[in-house]
């Protein structure tokens, strides 16, 4: 079945996931600030770094609809309400509404996409489905990290990094302020768990 993008189910369907994904993109931006207020820095940057690569999901599904300039198009959808008094149920809304967009939404949108005859569309959304999946795996990582008061404590020796300043110390616990720039423990993180971080 070959259809023109214009009538087709995956021009809605881009739509549908750039409003996800900005709305995504603003939840996280919202959590970073309650985790901010909360004292838990490292989760505010898991929730802000996240939010910006919601912001290039949607940047790149909004210049697919680029014939489509100058129309409004009406869509129907389900959005996720998450006005939660914890970082904790968060954490765990964000891990459940990156899974859902992984297994359920954008798998299905690819698979419509094929079906339609739009071979490169259906490929961006298989991508991106495996990107959330990764966003959903980081937020659980965290959510149970926290849930078992992990998130600064180590059973044996790890090597823990000051995401403010870089400095690094091996410890079952960070210290409660960074010896060097005396950011607070917040701002700790076991190294495996920074991103760009050189394996040695
Ligand atoms: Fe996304
Ligand atoms: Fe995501």
């Known amino acids: 079945m070959s259809v023109l993008f214009e009538n087709s189910e995956t021009k809605r369907n881009v739509l549908r996931a750039f409003a996800g994904e900005s709305q995504a993109r603003n939840r996280y931006t919202f959590a970073a600030g309650l985790a901010k207020k909360n004292g838990l820095h490292v989760i505010e940057a898991v929730f802000t770094f996240t939010a910006d690569q919601e912001r290039a999901h949607a940047k790149a599904y909004y210049e697919l609809l680029k014939p489509c300039s100058g129309e409004n198009i009406a869509i129907d959808g389900t959005y996720p309400v998450d006005l ?58 965290f959510a149970d990290l926290l849930e078992q008061n992990k998130l600064f404590i180590s059973e044996t020796e790890c090597q823990w990094m000051c995401l403010n300043c870089g400095y690094l110390v091996t410890a079952t616990r960070p210290p409660e302020l960074c010896p060097v720039c005396k950011h607070p423990q917040g701002f700790f993180v076991r190294v495996e768990m920074v991103p760009f971080q050189m394996k040695r």
């Open 84 to 141: 939660y008094e914890t970082v904790l149920e968060h954490l765990r809304a964000a891990q459940h509404n990156e899974y859902q967009e992984w297994e359920h939404d954008y798998t299905g949108f690819a698979h419509t996409a094929k079906e339609e005859g739009f071979p490169e569309v259906s490929h961006l959304f298989s991508q991106i489905a495996r990107i959330e999946q990764t966003h959903g795996d980081r937020f659980g990582q």
